[in-house]
């Protein structure tokens, strides 16, 4: 019994790494892209659906709202008729444009060496 006093319950982490737990979310298949698209400013659905073109509808929802649950997108709806909802980056999402850009440089950069490397990789191993 606390009698009283304010009692602090730990967060619990998904991953005991802040780097498992982070990479996780933004390292799938299209955080990055999001992230990128929305750097321009505020979006709707349908208009960050038309810049990643090979995006699900299911998929980019789902994407987008795990973006808003860790922080890095902020969705605004209006009480209007049809109801409009608007996507934007948060200042966290903002913060992680320049380590995400460098990421994306890097990539871009060493990925011709990576294919090489794969290949080589497969034709040493038996095509593993």
């Not at 997108?73 to 999402?93: A, I, S």
Request: charged share 30%; net charge negative.
């Amino acid at each position: 019994m606390s009698h009283g006093k304010l009692v602090s319950i730990p967060f619990v982490f998904e991953q005991p790494c802040p780097i498992r737990d982070v990479l996780d979310r933004i390292g799938d298949q299209w955080s990055l892209l999001l992230l990128e698209v929305l750097e321009h400013g505020t979006m709707r659905f349908s208009e960050i659906e038309r810049a990643i073109t090979d995006i699900s509808k299911q998929m980019l929802s789902k994407t987008l709202r795990r973006l808003e649950e860790d922080g890095f997108v902020k969705r605004t709806l209006y009480p209007e008729v049809p109801p409009r909802v608007e996507y934007e980056l948060t200042d966290l999402g903002r913060s992680f444009l320049t380590p995400m850009k460098t990421l994306i440089a890097w990539a871009n950069e060493n990925h011709q060496a990576i294919c090489e490397a794969r290949s080589e990789y497969g034709a040493k191993n038996g095509g593993r």
